[in-house]
């Protein structure tokens, strides 16, 4: 098995920065990329950032030129640096990993974590 450990998120005044963290853990021979979605209420799911193990990134639109996503490759941890945070970025973000996993093969499984709520709110 293979398990997500979310960290960062809280409450931040319009305008501030938070930062996010996942470890992944396990039975991973291999991590292919990790990423943050969110979910706003009454919203479907959404990426936000993503990174593959080469280092590329992608972000979403509403991301791109306030959140900084980046990856230890080592710790199989991915971080993402939010800043000019305003109310529409309030939802819970949740961490993806798509990895090979040690299984009576390997194979390739796409894990979430458990969400971190950000709420950005004065």
């Known amino acids: 098995q293979v398990q997500l450990v979310e960290s960062g998120g809280g409450l931040v005044q319009p305008g501030g920065s938070l930062n996010l963290s996942c470890a992944a853990s396990?039975?991973?021979?291999?991590?292919?990329?990790m990423g943050w979605y969110r979910q706003a209420p009454g919203q479907e799911r959404e990426l936000v950032a993503a990174?593959?193990?080469?280092?590329?990134?992608n972000y979403a639109d509403s991301a791109k030129g306030r959140f900084t996503i980046s990856g230890d490759n080592a710790k199989n941890t991915v971080y993402l640096q939010m800043s000019s945070l305003n109310p529409e970025d309030t939802a819970v973000y949740y961490c993806?990993?798509?990895?090979?996993?040690?299984?009576?093969?390997?194979?390739?499984?796409?894990?979430w974590g458990k969400g971190t709520l950000v709420t950005v709110s004065s």
């Open positions: 396990g039975s991973i021979w291999k991590v292919n990329a």
């Open positions: 990174i593959n193990s080469d280092g590329t990134t």
């Open positions: 993806n990993a798509d990895v090979m996993a040690w299984f009576s093969t390997i194979t390739r499984v796409t894990y």
